[in-house]
């Protein structure tokens, strides 16, 4: 897929019960004229002690090419992942700051890797591709809800479900939006509100996590 250039830089806030604030995630997107793009991210979970920086690389067709994720939780460094993806074929390093460096290997195609950075949960709606419903495998640095842990790979199923268009005020501005949820097993469903030109999240809400996540400010060159 390819169009035009273009830069994105935002923040999304994370809120818990009665709207304390819990934590942040800085974000920026690029996206070159060939369709080809890269995500930055770094997620911020106070009540956890936890942080999370993120990239993750598409081609021009969205698959992913390579990700890499690095945790930190209490001021410890936990490790870090650099994860590789071509046709059939999965390939993951896997360095934990207090073990022995592992290679993983896999003979299956990524459709969607999440790296637990919201903005990129929200991309999962792509895997629609003009359906109402999908299912699809996510592979993934970590089961955990928070993304916590010394990053690894792993596969879940994921439902996605799209319930119609709705437009919706959020700190960042108002949007027109597309109003998805995705069901992880027996987790409750993620409910997700999306910028409908662009996937970025504008809202997201679940039950499982007592919290909600709000786009705070959204700037595109």
Not at 63 to 85: D, K, M, N, Q, W
Not at 168 to 181: K, P
């Given at each position: 897929?390819?169009?035009?250039?273009?830069?994105?830089h935002?923040?999304?806030?994370?809120?818990?019960?009665?709207?304390?604030?819990?934590?942040s995630?800085?974000?920026?997107?690029?996206?070159?004229?060939?369709?080809?793009?890269?995500?930055?991210?770094?997620?911020?979970?106070?009540?956890?002690?936890?942080?999370?920086?993120?990239?993750?690389?598409?081609?021009?067709?969205?698959?992913?090419?390579?990700?890499?994720?690095?945790t930190?939780?209490?001021?410890?460094?936990?490790?870090?992942?650099?994860?590789?993806?071509?046709?059939g074929?999965?390939?993951?390093?896997?360095?934990?700051?207090?073990?022995?460096?592992?290679?993983?290997?896999?003979?299956?195609d990524?459709?969607?890797?999440?790296?637990?950075?919201?903005?990129?949960?929200?991309?999962?709606?792509?895997?629609?591709?003009?359906?109402?419903?999908?299912?699809?495998?996510?592979?993934?640095?970590?089961?955990?809800?928070?993304?916590?842990?010394?990053?690894?790979?792993?596969?879940?199923?994921?439902?996605?479900?799209?319930?119609?268009?709705?437009?919706?005020?959020?700190?960042?501005?108002?949007?027109?939006?597309?109003?998805?949820?995705?069901?992880?097993?027996?987790?409750?469903?993620?409910?997700?509100?999306?910028?409908?030109?662009?996937?970025?999240?504008?809202?997201?809400?679940?039950?499982?996590?007592?919290?909600?996540?709000?786009?705070?400010?959204?700037?595109?060159?």
């Amino acid at each position: 897929m390819t169009g035009a250039r273009y830069n994105l830089h935002g923040a999304i806030g994370y809120f818990g019960a009665g709207g304390a604030r819990t934590g942040s995630e800085l974000f920026s997107v690029s996206r070159e004229a060939d369709g080809s793009g890269v995500l930055r991210a770094q997620c911020v979970m106070d009540y956890d002690a936890l942080v999370r920086d993120c990239l993750l690389c598409l081609d021009p067709d969205e698959a992913p090419r390579e990700a890499f994720v690095r945790t930190v939780e209490c001021g410890r460094i936990l490790g870090s992942g650099h994860y590789r993806f071509g046709a059939g074929r999965i390939l993951a390093d896997i360095v934990p700051a207090d073990g022995n460096p592992e290679r993983i290997e896999q003979a299956e195609d990524c459709r969607f890797f999440g790296t637990h950075s919201l903005v990129n949960d929200g991309w999962i709606v792509r895997a629609l591709a003009g359906d109402r419903i999908a299912a699809i495998t996510v592979h993934a640095n970590s089961l955990a809800a928070n993304g916590g842990g010394v990053p690894g790979l792993y596969a879940t199923q994921a439902r996605i479900e799209q319930h119609g268009k709705e437009r919706r005020e959020v700190a960042a501005g108002t949007f027109d939006c597309r109003f998805v949820t995705v069901t992880y097993g027996d987790y409750p469903p993620i409910e997700m509100w999306l910028c409908e030109s662009l996937d970025v999240l504008a809202f997201m809400r679940w039950d499982y996590l007592d919290g909600h996540y709000e786009l705070l400010s959204l700037k595109q060159s």
